[in-house]
């Protein structure tokens, strides 16, 4: 929200399958050091946590069953369509490397992040922290 973090998603693979936490800021942001943040209250009216729980458990479902149903194409062409630009400045770190730094470049068919760094090449990100960037 106009910059500041609102939420995160983190995947992890376990046992063949993968384990999925989304934190959502509905009431208060905590406070990071390394980016501004903000909670659903601070711009509107903040949801019943156990409601917008719920409905969060549902639409997940949904798109889990979208999913094994018509595969991975029609996710990816409505998350590129939702996503931020072309062309956005991003930082992706992968475990203990360095974080990359370039621009988001879409996702590849395996819905690897494509991130197109200053070279100009690609680099399929899989798995990583991802964080908008001034660009620097």
Do not use: M
């Not at 983190?10 to 501004?36: Q, S, T």
Request: with cysteine.
């Amino acid at each position: 929200v106009n910059g500041a973090k609102l939420s995160g998603i983190l995947l992890e693979g376990a046992r063949g399958g993968v384990v999925v936490g989304i934190g959502v800021n509905l009431a208060v942001a905590p406070v990071l050091l390394d980016r501004p943040t903000a909670a659903l209250a601070q711009i509107g009216t903040c949801p019943d946590c156990d409601i917008f729980a719920q409905e969060l458990a549902a639409t997940v479902s949904l798109e889990v069953e979208r999913w094994r149903t018509f595969g991975l194409e029609p996710l990816i062409r409505r998350w590129d369509a939702a996503a931020h630009p072309l062309g956005t400045p991003l930082r992706a770190g992968e475990g203990c490397e360095t974080a990359l730094s370039g621009t988001y470049a879409g996702l590849a068919a395996d819905g690897a992040l494509q991130l197109r760094l200053a070279d100009g090449t690609l680099r399929a990100i899989h798995a990583g922290e991802i964080n908008l960037s001034n660009g620097s």
